[in-house]
Each structure stands twice: as structure tokens, then as C-alpha cells.
């Protein structure tokens, strides 16, 4: 079956630096997603990737490894608008999008 | 520029009625996904609508249908409601490639209660 794996919640404090880790195992890979979403919102695109390495865009970044299955979403200089719950998702080789249970990410002043 | 809007926000239903969920896309795009959202999961993919035909299916049961209309504009119908049914249910607009990068512009969503 496919599947998505991410840690349920994470702690971190204001202007510090956390990674949201995913690992997947789908059928085929044609990228791979991460969505921010508040509670009660929709989610909202934050990055893609489709070949192995590092994508940064302002404060967030994201990493892939396709051989080990393997994504990372780093953010750095946290703000409390950054308390949000953090989706990964997988494109398969219909194109469907398989999506994680997402992370919630609580940040302390 | 309007994004997607999604209507209603909130509604409540009982068990064995029917429901149907509305949605448009942004501007410019011509795909619809529609995703049902338990608390605390990430999105379900229901099914995918393009050129007012249902492209793409997951796991779901016939009981969820939809349809596209020639504005893009598309609608989720759920019949014979169970209480498990109780979810956020998501639109999400796109453009059709067959690229990868197909990035999703998603609504706010309208939030079903089954009683």
C-alpha cells in the first residue's frame, strides 16, 4: 500500500530553526508536496520537489531523497504565525496526490 | 482575482440524507479535485473533474458523486449520509498538465456535520 509518514506534533520556539521530517513509500514518485495549513483554513502551497537536493525559498526550505524515500521541511527564524500544521504529499504514478496526516507545529514564545 | 470559493461553510445533516457541496475555481483554471478532511488527517482524494468528466477516482464509495459544468464550476453530492460522512470537505482547483507540478489552489473548505 502507499503511505505517508510525519510526526504528529512538534515544539519548537520562536526564532529558532525546526525540521519536519516525511518519509513515504508510494506507487511511482512525480514530486513531492508541502502544504501549510491553520486550523479552520485551507491549505496553502509552500514548496515542491521533484529531484534530489535542497529547494530554499525565503525562511522555508525543503530537502528531497528519493533513493531513501525521504523529505525534510525546514523552517528557520520562527514566527508564531508559523503555528500551523504542515502536510507532505506524494504524486504517484497516476498522479493522484497521497497526503500525510500532517505535523502540528505549536511554537513558544 | 477570486480564489476558490466553496459554498456552504457550515452545515449540519442527519443520517440518510443528501447533501450537495459547491465550488469554484480560480481564475484561469479548468481542474477540480474535491478531498474530504477528517480531524487531524491530512486530505482524502475523492475524485478529479476536467472537461465536465470525472478523471480520476479514489477510494470512495459510489454514494459520492460530482459533477463539472462548462464554467469549471463543479458540486459534491453525497447521498444516504452516514455519520462517519462528518468531515471537512475540501475543493481544490488546477491547471491540466500531465507535468508533475501541479500545484493546488485549495478552498476553504465547507464543514459537514452528520447527526
Known amino acids: 500500500g502507499q503511505n505517508i509518514d510525519q510526526p504528529t506534533e512538534m515544539t519548537a520556539t520562536e526564532g529558532a530553526i525546526v525540521q519536519i521530517n516525511c518519509t513515504y513509500q508510494?506507487?511511482?514518485?512525480?514530486?513531492l508536496f508541502w502544504y501549510q495549513q491553520h486550523a479552520g483554513e485551507a491549505p496553502t502551497f509552500l514548496s515542491y520537489?521533484?529531484l534530489d537536493g535542497l529547494e530554499e525559498k525565503g525562511r522555508f526550505s525543503s530537502f528531497l531523497s528519493r533513493s531513501k524515500g525521504y523529505s525534510y521541511l525546514l523552517l528557520k527564524e520562527l514566527q508564531m504565525k508559523d503555528s500551523a500544521s504542515y502536510l507532505c504529499a506524494v504524486m504517484d504514478s497516476n498522479y493522484q496526490l497521497i497526503w500525510g496526516a500532517g505535523t502540528k507545529l505549536i511554537i513558544k514564545p | 482575482d477570486a480564489g476558490v470559493t466553496q459554498s456552504p461553510t457550515h452545515l449540519i445533516k442527519t443520517r440518510g440524507q443528501q447533501v450537495t457541496l459547491r465550488c469554484s475555481p480560480k481564475?484561469?483554471?479548468?481542474?477540480v479535485s474535491w478531498y474530504q478532511q477528517a480531524l487531524g488527517q491530512g486530505p482524502q482524494f475523492i475524485f478529479q473533474?476536467?472537461?465536465?468528466?470525472?478523471?480520476q477516482r479514489g477510494n470512495f464509495p459510489d454514494r459520492f458523486s460530482g459533477h463539472q459544468y462548462p464554467n469549471y464550476s463543479s458540486e459534491l453530492n453525497v447521498n444516504a449520509l452516514l455519520l462517519g460522512d462528518s468531515a471537512l470537505y475540501l475543493c481544490a482547483s488546477s491547471l491540466a498538465t500531465d507535468s508533475g507540478a501541479n500545484v493546488l489552489t485549495f478552498g476553504a473548505g465547507s464543514r459537514l456535520t452528520v447527526l
Open positions: 520537489n521533484v
Open positions: 481564475s484561469g483554471h479548468d481542474t
Open positions: 473533474y476536467y472537461e465536465e468528466e470525472e478523471r
Open positions: 508510494t506507487s511511482g514518485f512525480n514530486g
